[in-house]
């Protein structure tokens, strides 16, 4: 089987990693922050508090203790309707939860017992009423003073929540902007950096009048790589037109004056061949370097296959079986897939006859597979050995002496690779189990919707 690419690995973008990272620091830093709003000044406060409310019952210890009986009804009544203190007689039978469920209200009870003497009780609830209940005496007499539990309790727990969500949902919105400011100038360079490795060197030019340093610096960095790559392609565009032009002219020169000037028609005739092979190899390095970028669209492959196979059919030496769906299309470049497939059937021309009869039989098949199309052009040769395998499409590389009875630049598998690459395909070259080689390509398949 040929080689599976490697699967490749998934992870957090950058969005979501620096999102994480913000919403993470933001939530350390509320937690911070909680702990110091506890300490420096919810418990502060709370202890001023309960001072307070000990002002408040030795206050109204002292005056109940001065005042006499009838100015005692209307003292009770004022205190009970201006500063909301209910006082009341404590009898013996009376039932009281205690107050000091957490840590800091034991705290706040036994500073107020500090306060208001060692006999002092403080209590939550008395008979079944909640509220903040002390228990204090005058002399021989007992006494329930009631207050609103709130001043000890001056933000709800409820407030607080809504609070914490509010803060919460801000600052995950903030980590979100933030996040996204940050990776969009990666992402603008991500995309321009592919457009680049496509050889499309003028498209999406990166804003340079951006705000940061940093990323204007990058994006003028680009933007001149690129032009001078844009340069560099055209100059190697030029250059190669130069060498094919400075190369042709004199061939073809020397071709005329070997048939007109040599009178050994053999040695002429090898002559001319091998000048022809010289016009040939020159061909292979051009279209190794052509520059020109791919229009990729809808292709249906068994037409492309009729006109590649048809000039080899007239030769009494090849046999070409082809076995491919008649509308079955593939996401390629026409032209260059007709490249590829001429060079294979070249390539299986001069290296792929079977060694019974001399015969070249080429098999054409294409399956598809997962929204994919696999192409196999499989010859019966004698294929190659596993070390010659490994380097059939590295250029220049021609492989051993089964394979070698023609010579060439070396070029031709490596241009098929390069250019199914191009196309988003994939290229594989191996031997058949059964006798031969066997190259398979991968090509994105597309439905007659998509081509219309």
């Given amino acids: 089987m040929a080689p599976q ?16 990272l913000l919403a993470l620091l933001i ?23 309960a001072h307070q409310i000990a002002s408040v019952v030795n206050l109204t210890r002292t005056a109940l203790r001065h005042t006499d009986a009838i100015a005692r009804v209307s003292l009770l009544k004022i205190l009970a309707d201006e500063e909301d203190v209910s006082i009341s007689t404590r009898e013996p039978n009376d039932t009281f939860e205690p107050f000091g469920q957490t840590k800091l209200e034991l ?26 209940w002390v228990g204090f005496q005058i002399e021989s007499d007992s006494y329930w003073l009631l207050m609103d539990p709130q001043r000890l309790n001056p933000v709800s727990g409820s ?56 990323i204007r610096a990058v994006n003028i960095g680009f933007n001149r790589m690129a032009e001078r790559l844009a340069s560099i392609e055209q100059e190697r565009a030029l250059m190669l037109a130069g060498i094919s032009h400075d190369l042709r002219t004199p061939l073809a020169r020397l071709r005329l ?29 051009l279209e190794y ?23 080899f059919l007239k030769r ?32 299986a021309r001069r290296y792929g006859q079977t060694p019974s009869d001399g015969i070249t039989r080429v098999d054409l098949v294409a399956r598809i597979h997962d929204g994919w199309v696999l192409f196999r052009v499989r010859d019966h040769g004698p294929g190659v050995s596993e070390e010659t395998l490994k380097h059939l499409t590295q250029p220049f590389y021609r492989g051993d002496a089964a394979r070698t009875s023609a010579t060439g630049a070396g ?5 098929v690779e390069r250019s199914v690459q191009r196309m988003g395909g994939t290229f594989s070259v191996f031997n058949n189990t059964q006798g031969g080689l066997m190259a398979l390509m991968k090509f994105k398949q597309m439905q007659l919707t998509d081509k219309a």
């Avoid at 706040?108 to 909640?130: C, F, P, W, Y």
């Avoid at 919460?168 to 903030?174: D, E, P, Q, V």
Wanted: with cysteine; net charge negative; aromatic share 6%.
């Fill in 27 to 49: 939530f350390c830093s509320a937690l911070a922050w909680l702990q110091l709003l506890r300490t420096q000044e919810y418990e502060p406060r709370m202890l001023r508090n």
């Fill in 411 to 415: 070029l031709g598998l490596a241009i």
């Fill in 257 to 285: 004056e070997t048939e007109l000037s040599v009178p050994d028609l053999q040695a002429r005739d090898f002559m001319a061949a091998d000048i022809a092979q010289l016009d040939a190899i020159i061909d292979k390095f």
């Fill in 159 to 214: 407030t607080w929540l809504v609070w914490l969500l509010t803060a919460t949902a801000l600052s995950l919105t903030g980590a979100a902007v933030i996040a996204r400011l940050i990776n969009q100038p990666l992402r603008q360079l991500s995309f321009a950096a592919s457009r680049v490795r496509d050889g499309n060197f003028q498209a999406a030019p990166l804003n340079e009048d951006v705000p940061t340093n940093e």
């Fill in 316 to 347: 009494s030496n090849f046999q070409v079986n082809v076995d491919v769906a008649a509308n079955l299309f593939v996401q390629a470049e026409q032209v260059e897939l007709s490249r590829v497939l001429s060079n294979l059937l070249e390539n």
């Fill in 5 to 20: 690419p490697a699967e490749r690995q998934t992870g957090l973008s950058l969005f979501w990693r620096t999102f994480a």
């Fill in 289 to 311: 370097a052509r520059p020109e970028n791919l229009k990729i669209e809808p292709v249906l492959l068994a037409q492309v296959i009729s006109n590649c196979v048809a000039p």
């Fill in 107 to 132: 705290q706040i009870a036994q500073e107020l017992s500090k306060r208001l003497g060692h006999n002092t009780i403080v209590a939550r609830s008395v008979n079944g009423d909640s509220g903040l």
